[in-house]
């Protein structure tokens, strides 16, 4: 099991922060897929009691990143073609919605907030910090989910990003193909602020299939 160190927060309560620390911990593949979270182990590592670590994986599994098997216990859930297809069938159904209702509709302000925030992202990978880049590409796909003026799609993005994040950190990874992330952003914006139905939709789904097929390759090769 990795060396754990719990992320300190103090505006969170006790179970929220050993969340965020086993969470990153699979995120990042410090935790692998298929290790048991064996809660007396965790507790020990962490320096807490086993009734957060239990709320913890409790969290995990709702995120799809934990599982529990019967009489094993917990492990760290594993990735596979079948769960990513599931998640990103929807993402894509959400995203062409996403693109109906902002394509030829946004505003220059609008437009120029999607472009400071593809200028932030491409400064986080310039840095290359993994954690800034998730978080910052994120803020740009958000910055379109909040120009649809549409707060349920909003909500639900927001909660589908907890699946997602697992198969985002799979192709963030990769760092060289950072520069073919950022020109497909730049395809995005550039084709919504045309305004072009077709041209957006067609960015969007480019976008989406280049991400799908590095996840493909990780999945296959076992990480």
């Known amino acids: 099991m990795a060396n754990l160190e719990l992320i300190e927060n103090d505006y969170l309560p006790l179970r929220d922060v050993v969340f965020q620390t086993?969470?990153?911990?699979?995120l990042k593949g410090e935790l692998k897929p298929g290790e048991r979270l064996m809660e007396m182990k965790l507790a020990g590592k962490l320096g807490v009691s086993r009734t957060p670590i239990r709320e913890a994986i409790r969290m995990l599994e709702q995120e799809g990143l934990a599982v529990t098997i019967p009489r094993r216990g917990?492990?760290?859930?594993?990735?596979?073609?079948k769960d990513m297809d599931d998640v990103y069938d929807i993402r894509r159904c959400l995203e062409k919605l996403t693109v109906e209702y902002t394509s030829g509709k946004l505003s220059?302000?609008?437009?120029?907030?999607?472009?400071?925030?593809?200028?932030?992202?491409?400064?986080?990978?310039?840095e290359g910090d993994t954690n800034e880049i998730e978080k910052k590409d994120w803020e740009f796909h958000s910055v379109i989910y909040e120009a649809t003026g549409n707060a349920r799609l909003l909500s639900i993005m927001n909660t589908?990003?907890?699946?997602?994040?697992?198969?985002?950190w799979a192709y963030l990874q990769h760092?060289?193909?950072?520069?073919?992330?950022?020109e497909e952003h730049r395809q995005i914006v550039d084709a919504l602020e045309k305004g072009s139905l077709e041209e957006s939709m067609q960015a969007t789904m480019a976008h989406l299939d280049s991400q799908?097929?590095?996840?493909?390759d990780v999945i296959q090769k076992g990480a």
């Open 108 to 126: 220059v302000g609008q437009i120029a907030d999607l472009r400071y925030a593809q200028k932030v992202f491409e400064e986080a990978v310039a």
């Open 212 to 216: 799908e097929q590095i996840i493909k």
């Open 22 to 26: 086993l969470r990153n911990a699979i």
């Open 175 to 182: 760092s060289n193909k950072m520069q073919r992330l950022i």
């Open 160 to 168: 589908l990003q907890e699946q997602l994040s697992r198969y985002r």
């Open 74 to 81: 917990a492990q760290v859930a594993k990735m596979t073609q």
